[in-house]
Nanobody, 121 residues
Framework: VQLQASGGGLVQAGGSLRLSCAAS????????VGWFRQAPGKEREFVAS????????SYADSVKGRFTISRDDANNTVYLRMSVLKPEDTAVYYC???????????????WGQGTQVTVSS
């Protein structure tokens, strides 16, 4: 499966963005999908994930209550709605797919190219 992340941009603190992860060459409903991010000089970190059925989601503590992950299997797309953005949310955001549900990057086999999110103070 190939993944294409989009929707990043520059936004002021307190603002919102919605990232999209479009899948091709496979069916998103067959995988767990996660969002990760990597800020300059830092390691890639888990942000959120959703399992095949969409009934179970997981979030990093730093984004709980502000970010929402959802999936639209009819359109083979997973979304990350980000609200109340903070400067520390600035990073390249990646979506990834796995046949195993989890929050560790190591279990994800397929990765998109990343989309830049910059939050100004």
């Amino acid at each position: 499966v190939q993944l294409q992340a989009s929707g990043g941009g520059l936004v002021q603190a307190g603002g919102s963005l919605r990232l999209s992860c479009a899948a091709s060459g496979g069916t998103v409903s067959s995988y767990a999908v996660g969002w990760f991010r990597q800020a300059p000089g830092k390691e890639r970190e888990f942000v959120a994930s959703v399992r095949w059925s969409g009934a179970r989601t997981s979030y990093a503590d730093s984004v709980k209550g502000r970010f929402t992950i959802s999936r639209d299997d009819a359109n083979n797309t997973v979304y990350l709605r980000m609200s109340v953005l903070k400067p520390e949310d600035t990073a390249v955001y990646y979506c990834a797919a796995s046949v195993v549900y989890g929050t560790q990057a190591s279990v994800y086999d397929y990765w998109g190219q990343g989309t830049q999110v910059t939050v100004s103070s």
